[in-house]
């Protein structure tokens, strides 16, 4: 299998606190799917944490419509604090190299559900902010990719093919996850799990800038195939393989079990659940509990039970 680095990584959350969301007559159809969503993760309620939120404003119309000016900043500021990361020589290599953007969004156009004035940041936020393009001295290829869930993981199977065939030095990846209700109950609402330990499903809006090359770093990462929905026992060994760790996005945490001996970690349950950008947490975890390195698999399922999946080895 064909990997790369992960030269430098930032991801950032609200600072807000978490809220409940109270389902209203006022909103009909987005309560009317609140309700799918809680009847098919089993959950007794729903906390979300956004950016812009102002705690002087009522609560339940707070979650619903806060600034997007402070969503649009995190993106900003998490491109920097990545950027910031590498080495100076580093950081100059990449300004002058052959580098290639993709952007990740979960929802594609999500404008219509902002409170608006300003053209800009309508193309700011239905397409890519153009000032990252100057930020990394993008001169070539960009892209936005519209995968909802699996939206990064398609992302990261790019930028691994970009650089293994030798198009770009480095590959940028800036990825985005706006906690929408309304969106966000619709997409929930086609989970179905049988049985959960959770009672409250959590959305924290988070972004992330993640840079990559074929430089070696702590974290090498190989991403997988899509996968079918394992049917039988050579499908699962192939999903489980020989790792240690399998880290399990997505408000669908549960696999298919094989008598699998590695340890499974929900990480929507553990940190919250951020769409798309979610599978990145998994890296966060390996900084955190994997003193002298370790490796994992990172699973994304979907609503079939189907899966995409990457493989990282991280040795700091």
């Known amino acids: ?11 950032m959350e609200p600072r807000e606190t978490f809220y409940l ?33 102002d705690s002087q404003l009522y609560a339940r119309e707070m979650i619903r419509k806060p600034d997007y000016l402070p969503y649009l900043e995190a993106v900003e500021q998490a491109a920097d604090q990545a950027l910031m990361q590498l080495a100076t020589k580093e950081r100059m290599r990449l300004l002058k190299s052959r580098t290639a953007l993709i952007y990740v969004d979960a929802w594609g ?5 902002e409170n608006i004035t300003s053209a800009l940041h309508v193309t700011m936020l239905d397409s890519l902010p153009k000032s990252l393009l ?10 936005k990719v519209r995968g ?15 650089l293994n065939w030798d198009l770009f030095d480095f590959v940028v990846i800036c990825a985005a996850y706006r906690a929408i209700p309304l969106l966000a109950f619709s997409t929930a609402q086609s989970v179905n799990n049988a049985s959960r330990e959770i009672h409250m499903n959590i959305s924290v809006e988070r972004v992330g800038c993640f840079i990559f090359s074929q430089r070696a770093s702590p974290f090498q990462v190989a991403c997988g195939s899509y996968m079918p929905l394992p049917a039988n026992a050579p499908t699962l ?15 669908h945490p549960q696999l298919p079990v094989l008598q699998p001996t590695a340890e499974i970690i929900s990480l929507s349950e553990k940190y919250g659940d951020s769409g798309c ?31 995409h999946y990457f493989d990282t080895r991280y040795q700091p």
């Open 237 to 251: 060994e192939r999903l489980y393989g020989d790792t240690a760790q399998i880290a399990v996005a997505g408000l």
């Open 277 to 307: 950008v979610s599978p990145a947490l998994s890296w966060v975890y390996l900084a955190r509990h994997a003193a002298s390195g370790g490796e994992m698999r990172t699973v994304m399922p979907d609503a079939s039970g189907s899966y």
């Open 148 to 162: 909802e869930q699996h939206a990064l993981m398609q992302a990261i199977s790019m930028t691994q093919d970009y």
């Open 1 to 11: 299998m064909n990997n790369c680095y992960l030269s430098a990584f930032a991801l």
């Open 21 to 53: 969301y109270h389902p209203s007559w006022l909103n009909v159809w987005e309560s009317h799917l609140y309700n799918l969503a809680i009847k098919a993760t089993q959950a007794q309620g729903w906390l979300f944490k956004r950016f812009g939120c």
């Open 134 to 143: 100057k930020k990394f001295a993008v001169k070539g290829f960009t892209c």
């Open 109 to 113: 156009e999500s404008g219509l559900f």
